[in-house]
Each structure stands twice: as structure tokens, then as C-alpha cells.
């Protein structure tokens, strides 16, 4: 079974900077093109970055373009988010999630396999 495990959630101030770290386990984890995705209070779910095996292709949803990053370390079995420049808007629960699609996508539906989440809170 493949385990996620993010972590580097916490208070933050607008205009900060922090990075999410997301941790796999149990399958090799460059099967995998990785997500990151996020839920605010009273909110859906939302697309924020994906990552394919070999971290040659990208995807940024618009809200966090030009301020997060996504990355991945395949000898660490592991997913970055890098957000810079936060603003209140990004407050959300943020999970980490794996497919075995070989071409990027944004649809949470594809993804097969979730963390539990880490918690980013942005003051003012």
C-alpha cells in the first residue's frame, strides 16, 4: 500500500514563505506523478501543483503561479511545495496525492492515493 505523509503546515505571515514536504512510501515512488491540492474552510477541494515522474513537466494552478514551487527528490521519496509570498487566500488544509497517469492533470478524481493533509494558516 502507498503511504503519503505530508508535514511543514503552521502559522504563517502574509508575505512569508513556506514549503511542504510530502513523503511516500511503499511503492518506487517515480511510478508516480505527484500533487499537491488544498481545501479552505466551507470550500471544494482545488488543483495547486503537479509534478510528473522525472520532474521534467509542471503544472501550477493560476492562484499560485510565480509564487509556489513544486519539486520532487526521487532518492528521498519526496514532494515540495515552496510557497513564497502567501497571502490569506492560501489558508487550507494542503494534501499531497500520487497517479500512476503518465500525463499531468489537475482532476483530484485521477489521483489514487492521498495524504492525510497538513494545515496552512496565513494572518494578516
Known amino acids: 500500500q502507498v503511504q503519503l505523509v505530508e508535514s511543514g503546515g503552521g502559522l504563517v505571515q502574509a508575505g512569508e514563505s513556506v514549503t511542504l514536504s510530502c513523503v511516500e512510501s511503499?511503492?518506487?515512488?517515480?511510478?508516480?506523478?505527484m500533487g499537491w491540492f488544498r481545501q479552505a474552510p466551507g470550500k471544494e477541494r482545488e488543483f495547486v501543483a503537479a509534478i510528473n515522474w522525472s520532474g521534467i513537466k509542471i503544472s501550477y494552478a493560476d492562484s499560485v503561479k510565480g509564487r509556489f514551487t513544486i519539486s520532487r527528490d526521487n532518492a528521498k521519496n519526496t514532494v515540495y511545495l515552496q510557497m513564497n509570498s502567501v497571502k490569506p487566500e492560501d489558508t487550507a488544509a494542503y494534501s499531497c496525492a500520487a497517479t500512476g497517469l503518465a500525463e499531468l492533470t489537475m482532476s483530484a478524481r485521477e489521483y489514487d492515493y492521498w495524504g492525510q493533509g497538513t494545515a496552512v494558516t496565513v494572518s494578516s
Open positions: 511503499g511503492r518506487p515512488f517515480t511510478t508516480y506523478q
